[in-house]
């Protein structure tokens, strides 16, 4: 699930965030031209990663400087995991108030502080362990994000055990739909409006099996009132992108599956448009999912 050398950083440590159960580390990334009431990027890296891999690969800090947009970047540590993995299917790492949900909650609350940053423009993104971690912080916190964007994840509360966790990656069983939206709407008290959903995988992931991305799409459909398929079909590059709009035309879901590609984040590192990097799970497919999520967020 996802590595990269540590050669060079452009993001300082966070060093102090309040409480902090899930014992995670934190980076940021706040660039020159980020202004009073800026918009906040919230970046989980998957397994084998730092945040300093994911971000030299995905190209998220070179978008910040285009767009004025700080970052932060929790980071997982092998005391906790021995892949570096966000622990998405431990009880205590799944619920409002507790464990890794509870210290990436901290770290915002501090960076929405010393920043000055807008609170209603504080989004989440993550790619594997990442991608599954940030279902749990949209599932948990729904207030705190306008947005989520899911890269080669798993819904929310899909597994509860490490041996479920293998089952569901490889795309084997997992809840019923009604019961995936019964998990998120009992994971807080929160009543709307929810946060919008980029769903992106690979066609061909051996690691994740992409019906997981469907499942994170079924997940949210009742919870923004749009069951069914998507109201329409998009070519993005040569991709397909599904949208499923409300009553109101407004854009709740989105759904790219990226046709022959594996396990990792989808980038194009070439051209004038270019960003990040290209490595074991950065794949250079020709689209930037980094670059089309910030502009499903309003950030580009």
Same mark, same amino acid.
């Given at each position: 699930m996802a590595s990269s050398?540590?050669?060079?950083?452009?993001?300082?440590?966070?060093?102090?965030?309040?409480?902090?159960?899930?014992?995670?580390?934190?980076?940021?990334?706040?660039?020159?031209?980020?202004s009073k009431n800026g918009p906040l990027v919230v970046v989980l890296h998957g397994s084998t990663q730092s945040a300093e891999g994911y971000d030299r690969g995905s190209g998220w800090s070179e978008l910040a400087?285009?767009?004025?947009?700080?970052?932060?970047?929790? #980071?997982?540590?092998?005391?906790?995991?021995?892949?570096?993995?966000?622990?998405?299917?431990?009880? #205590?790492?799944?619920?409002?108030?507790?464990?890794?949900?509870?210290?990436?909650?901290?770290?915002?609350?501090?960076?929405?502080?010393?920043?000055?940053?807008?609170?209603?423009?504080?989004?989440?993104?993550?790619?594997?362990?990442?991608?599954?971690?940030?279902?749990?912080?949209?599932?948990?916190?729904?207030?705190?994000?306008?947005g989520g964007a899911i890269i080669a994840g798993l819904p929310y509360r899909s597994a509860d055990n490490l041996m479920e966790a293998m089952v569901r990656m490889k795309g084997v069983g997992g809840p019923s739909d009604s019961r995936l939206n019964s998990l998120v709407r009992g994971a807080s008290t929160f009543e709307g409006p929810?946060?919008?959903?980029?769903?992106?995988?690979?066609?061909?992931?051996?690691?994740?099996?992409?019906?997981?991305?469907?499942?994170?799409?079924?997940q949210w459909q009742a919870i923004h009132q749009v069951e069914g398929p998507p109201t329409r079909v998009e070519?993005?590059? #040569?991709?397909?992108?599904?949208?499923?709009?409300?009553?109101?035309?407004?854009? #709740?879901i989105e759904e790219y599956i990226i046709g022959g590609m594996g396990h990792g984040t989808p980038i194009m590192a070439s051209g004038e448009k270019g960003l990040g990097e290209e490595d074991k799970y950065m794949l250079e497919v020709g689209i930037s999912s980094i670059r089309h999520i910030a502009y499903f967020w309003g950030l580009s």
């Open positions: 050398s540590v050669s060079y950083s452009r993001l300082t440590n966070l060093n102090e965030f309040g409480n902090n159960p899930g014992s995670l580390h934190a980076d940021i990334y706040i660039p020159k031209n980020f400087d285009e767009c004025g947009i700080a970052l932060l970047y929790p #980071g997982q540590r092998k005391t906790n995991n021995p892949l570096s993995s966000f622990n998405w299917f431990k009880s #205590g790492d799944t619920r409002r108030g507790s464990g890794e949900p509870l210290s990436i909650f901290h770290m915002i609350e501090q960076v929405v502080e010393d920043h000055a940053i807008d609170p209603l423009r504080v989004f989440i993104t993550g790619m594997s362990s990442g991608g599954a971690m940030a279902s749990v912080m949209l599932a948990t916190y729904p207030e705190v994000f306008a929810w946060p919008t959903i980029s769903v992106w995988h690979g066609g061909s992931d051996s690691t994740v099996d992409n019906a997981n991305a469907d499942a994170i799409v079924r070519d993005v590059v #040569g991709f397909p992108r599904l949208v499923w709009c409300n009553e109101a035309g407004q854009e #709740g």
